[in-house]
Each structure stands twice: as structure tokens, then as C-alpha cells.
């Protein structure tokens, strides 16, 4: 019996498409890479202030969690970019792709009141960036999963990289609070080589800190010599005067 001249369509396997295509593709890059970056960079008010812009305004919205805003785009955008190159480990990255979804969408709505009074002056439009990157890490976790398959392993993989992707920031939020808690108590030490390495560990924390710690005590502070050292020790980190800086915190 002669075989056929052409496949029966229900054995034609289905060919191994790509996540995107080359336009999804280019969102995937732009909100899920390019944009992310530029928003961190360009940053005024929410995990940064602008010295001179808004700065003067006060503390910076989510200045407190500046270490998980920072590990978690780092770990979505290293995600994004391995599933677009290698697409394995596909189960890792369908959980961590995840929860780098789970993220970008919290950020877009706690930021959602300010993005559209902000919107007004254009810069708020960067305020939905979150939105559109939650979306493209969204379309990619399923991608990886599908590719991962449904079984046990693959779960188990999932669930490790989703808690990889929400753990690990958080993890280094706390070591930060710590660190700059147990600076600013050597800043305020009455021996002076203590308060010297204090000041010393906070000029190098002030990255992930924006110092007002120690603003808050200098005001708690009733000895005159140690709110001496507090005010010479913020003016060596930042540059301005705890007294200015004070002032505006309590408006």
C-alpha cells in the first residue's frame, strides 16, 4: 500500500514558535527593558528625589523600599532577557517572570493616584510604564511555563523562581535597614572613633538610604555634643543642613 503524498494533518507537528514575534518582541525589549531602566534613571519622586527638583518637597514615596524597587527590576530584567535568549531554565524563569509580573503591577497601582495627577505634566505617563512591563513579563512567565510543561518538576522550578523573585528583594531590604540602623547608632556614639566609622558606613549606605534616619536622631537627641555630631554627620553624607532637612520632614 503506497503511503501518502503528504502528512495527514492530525500527525503535522506544530513548529516551535518564539514567545514574540518580531514586533512583541520589540515591546517585550522597550517595556520590559529600555523603559524600566530609563524610569529608574529619570526617577523624581518615587524611590529618589531630585535635589533639585523635588527634593524639597520631602521624602521620596517609596525612598523606605529603594533596595527592593532596584533588586526586584534587576532580577525581572535579567529573567526577561535569559528567557528571550536561552529560554531555559524555562520552569525557573516562568516563576521568577512571575514575580516580576506580581511586582511591576503592585507598583503601577500604588503608583496609579500620583501617575495620574502627574499626567498633567507629561512626566506622569512614565507612571504606567509598570502596567505595560507587567504585561510583557506576564505573557512571557506563561510562554515559559507552557514550554516548562505541567509537570511536578516544572511546578516545583516555578515555585522556587517566584520566591526567588519575591524573596530576594525583600531579603536585601532587610539587611540594608540593619545595616544603616547599626550606622547611624555608630554615628551617634559618644566615642568618637565609633561615631567616625558610624559616618563613614553611612556615607557608603546613602545609596540605598536617603539619610533621614539620621534626621530623626538628630531630633530625638537632648545632648547638645551628640546633636552636634548628628547635624556634622549629615552634612558630611548629604551635603545639606539636618536642620533644613527637618524642617521640611515636618511641613
Not at 94 to 119: D, E, H, N, Q
Amino acid at each position: 500500500m503506497s503511503m501518502p503524498a503528504y502528512p495527514l494533518p492530525g500527525v503535522v507537528e506544530k513548529p516551535d514558535h518564539p514567545p514574540f514575534g518580531p514586533g512583541q518582541f520589540a515591546f517585550a525589549i522597550l517595556f520590559g527593558v529600555v523603559l524600566p531602566v530609563v524610569c529608574l534613571a529619570l526617577d523624581p519622586v518615587v524611590f529618589r528625589s531630585s535635589d533639585a527638583l523635588l527634593r524639597p518637597l520631602g521624602s521620596p514615596m517609596l525612598g523606605a523600599y529603594r533596595v527592593v524597587g532596584y533588586s526586584a527590576t534587576a532580577l525581572g530584567i535579567a529573567s526577561l532577557l535569559i528567557w528571550l535568549v536561552l529560554r531555559r531554565p524555562a520552569g525557573l524563569l516562568a516563576g521568577s517572570l512571575a514575580g516580576g509580573a506580581a511586582f511591576a503591577f503592585g507598583l503601577g497601582v500604588v503608583l496609579l493616584p500620583l501617575t495620574l495627577i502627574a499626567l498633567f505634566i507629561l512626566i506622569g505617563v512614565l507612571g504606567l510604564v509598570p502596567f505595560g512591563t507587567a504585561w510583557v513579563f506576564a505573557r512571557s512567565a506563561r510562554a515559559a511555563w507552557r514550554e516548562a510543561g505541567s509537570h511536578r518538576a516544572a511546578t516545583g522550578w516555578a515555585a522556587a523562581g517566584f520566591l526567588i523573585a519575591c524573596g530576594l528583594p525583600w531579603t536585601l531590604q532587610a539587611v540594608a535597614w540593619s545595616a544603616v540602623r547599626s550606622a547611624t547608632e555608630l554615628a551617634v556614639s559618644p566615642d568618637p572613633g565609633e561615631a567616625e566609622r558610624g559616618v563613614e558606613q553611612l556615607s557608603w549606605l546613602y545609596f540605598v538610604s536617603d539619610a533621614d534616619e539620621l534626621v530623626w536622631a538628630f531630633e530625638r537627641e537632648q545632648n547638645p555634643d551628640r546633636r552636634q555630631r548628628l547635624a556634622e554627620a549629615y552634612r558630611r553624607v548629604t551635603g545639606g543642613e539636618v536642620q533644613d532637612r527637618l524642617a521640611i520632614l515636618r511641613d
